[in-house]
């Protein structure tokens, strides 16, 4: 099945600090999303985004669907986003999402 | 627009017993997805209904199964649960016509003593 990579496994940042997560995937895709896992565990969609690029706030994420990688963007951190972050694909022909193992993010006041 | 439901958002179950969870998709969406979240193992695809079939299961044991109703709303049951069955069950719901973006649930955090 298709490998999805998540780096680094864990970021510390100070608030108002700005970062990037990289998501690599092993197959051409037809879906990948960004999520925020919230505390009580509900994954909050942040991006869909197979290809392009596209921004919310302070948030913004890139796939290069060519190259097989996204990125997602945080600027200006905020100790609300703390969390974990997923990335989740599907291949092209399916539908289940693959997920990665995420990236902790811990951001310090 | 309501989002995804899930019913219980917890449930405590002793080994050897049936668990039922439940989920209510969004409004419109005719797939729901079930993934489970336990402790080590990230989070995994379980089943995949549409239009009332099944369309595809991730490599869980058959004692996993579950189905769908005439308004979409699905059931997960869990036969004969052993103690690593513990963790949280994520819904999600699409529409497999419109787009391929999924919508997730809160979740039901199921325990096995």
């Known amino acids: 099945g298709i490998q999805v990579e998540q780096s680094p496994p864990d970021l510390i940042l100070q608030e108002g600090a700005n970062s990037t997560l990289r998501c690599n995937f092993s197959d051409s895709v037809n879906n990948l999303q960004w999520f925020h896992q919230n505390p009580w565990g509900q994954l909050i969609n942040l991006f869909y985004?197979?290809?392009g690029t596209k921004q919310n706030g302070r948030l913004s994420a890139t796939t290069v669907a060519t190259e097989r990688y996204s990125l997602l963007y945080i600027s200006s951190s905020q100790t609300t986003d703390s969390g974990v972050y997923f990335c989740?694909?599907?291949?092209?022909?399916?539908?289940?999402?693959?997920f990665g193992a995420g990236t902790t993010v811990t951001v310090r006041a | 627009e309501a989002g995804v439901t899930q019913s219980p958002t917890h449930l405590i179950k002793t080994r050897g017993q049936q668990a039922t969870l439940r989920c209510s998709p969004i409004s419109g969406h005719t797939s729901v997805y079930w993934y489970q979240q336990a402790l080590g193992l990230g989070l995994q695809f379980l089943l995949w209904y549409d239009e009332g079939e099944e369309r595809n299961r991730g490599n869980f044991p058959p004692r996993f199964s579950g189905r769908q109703f005439p308004n979409y709303s699905s059931e997960l049951n869990v036969n004969a649960l052993e103690l690593e069955d513990s963790a949280l069950y994520l819904c999600a719901s699409s529409h497999r016509g419109l787009s391929y973006e999924q919508y997730f649930g809160p979740g039901t955090r199921l325990t096995v003593t």
């Open positions: 989740a694909v599907s291949p092209r022909g399916d539908y289940k999402l693959s």
């Open positions: 985004i197979p290809s």
